[in-house]
């Protein structure tokens, strides 16, 4: 049985109850022709069972850190350090590759194997271009040397220092081209020349995506994987302009995905800059722990934790809402009736402030006794409906 149906027949026992009792009340004052006593409009009475039914008990304001929440909404994402899209510049056909999507790789790994007639052409341009440079050098230092000597005429001089530099920055420019395909120029000679060359991770993570296939020519734009390293997670929520000044660097926040009940942490390390066209505001968080199930990409909904402050406060269940307004009930006195023992209970209008954590904050009015006031935690709502009810029932 769910807590509302209880609950529902705990009031509807407590309405029996007051109807019986006023009813015993009517009769006993028509016969003696006593006049029935009043009830201001703010006061409800309940003999010692009926708080015992209406599970009726006291307590005293706190005073708690308060602190409001922000509801927001977002997505799992990262840092563009921790994704790599990888592309082979020059091009090439697929001879090999064995990966799958969500596989693990190590920065370094070879990811696809490619081929192509100008990774020869490039090896081979870079190897003569080396061994000319190699004579030219020479060349241009013998030359220099007899100028010195006046053997040779600054024309010519002239004409072998060009020839030199010219070889010198084409070897240059051949070398970046290889370092582009993945060859490194100091371990590269005349017996070695491959038309292949290795796909490498840029770094370390998972496959997000792969669009190779063996024997697929790809263009230097073509996209052949796609790595993310989740490791180092981050939120990028949004929020509505007129919620900007409530977040700041090192608020903490509660985050879910999908629809899990168990919670993450994350903590806001920057917020945006600008307000964008829809009126919505970034705020970038890092999440805090290595969870296997958040993944970049993820839908999340979070509760931002704004600064708190001390307030005075109750169990949230103490405030109960009556014709638009917000009430608490306090112990008022004890009193004795045909020797049947009362408590009265009186309404006071108060405003609410923020809830958090089961207990809501209380603005009372000016002239509350804190201390020596007792206040109604629990069972407020069954004190609220037996005041709205009671003298609907008619005694027969």
């Known amino acids: 049985m769910s807590n509302y149906i209880l609950r529902d027949i705990l009031i509807i026992s407590l309405l029996l109850s007051l109807a019986l009792t006023s009813c015993t009340q009517d009769k006993k004052t ?181 669009n190779v296939n063996i024997g697929k020519f790809v263009a230097p734009s073509d996209i052949l994987f796609e790595i993310v390293n989740s490791d180092k997670l981050f939120l990028e929520l949004n929020l509505f302009d007129k919620d900007a000044d409530k977040v700041s660097p090192g608020q903490k926040i509660h985050f879910f995905i999908n629809n899990e009940s168990e919670q993450h942490e994350a903590i806001i390390f920057q917020t945006g800059k600008s307000i964008n066209t829809d009126k919505t505001y970034k705020v970038y968080a890092s999440v805090q722990e290595v969870c296997k199930n958040v993944l970049p990409g993820m839908y999340v909904n979070a509760i931002i934790e704004a600064s708190g402050n001390n307030a005075t406060a109750l169990p949230a269940d103490a405030v109960v809402r009556f014709d638009g307004k917000q009430y608490i009930f306090v112990f008022d006195k004890n009193k004795l009736e045909n020797n049947i023992s009362f408590t009265e209970y009186r309404m006071i209008e108060v405003r609410k402030g923020v809830t958090n954590g089961g207990y809501t904050e209380v603005l009372l009015p000016e002239g509350f006794d804190i201390k020596s006031t007792r206040v109604v935690v629990k069972g407020a709502y069954n004190l609220l409906s037996a005041k709205k009810n009671a003298g609907e029932m008619s005694c027969s």
């Open 30 to 210: 028509n016969n003696s022709k006593k006049e029935v006593e009043l009830l201001p409009e703010d006061i409800v009475e309940l003999r010692a069972d009926q708080i015992i039914l209406a599970n009726i008990e006291t307590g005293g304001i706190e005073t708690r850190m308060m602190s409001s929440s922000l509801k927001v909404s977002g997505e799992v994402t990262v840092s563009p350090q921790s994704l790599a899209t990888v592309c082979m510049p020059l091009g090439g056909f697929v001879k090999t590759t064995t990966l799958m999507p969500g596989v693990a790789v190590t920065k370094g790994q070879t990811l696809a194997i490619l081929e192509n007639q100008q990774f020869v052409d490039i090896q081979q341009g870079y190897l003569e271009a080396k061994n000319k440079l190699e004579y030219a050098e020479a060349e241009y230092n013998r030359h220099n040397e007899l100028y010195k000597d006046d053997v040779y005429s600054q024309k010519n001089v002239q004409q072998v220092t060009a020839e030199y530099k010219s070889l010198k920055a084409q070897v240059k420019g051949l070398e970046q081209k290889l370092a582009l395909i993945g060859i490194n120029p100091l371990n590269l000679h005349e017996d070695n020349i491959s038309g292949s060359v290795a796909v490498v991770s840029p770094i370390s993570g998972y496959i997000k995506s792969v």
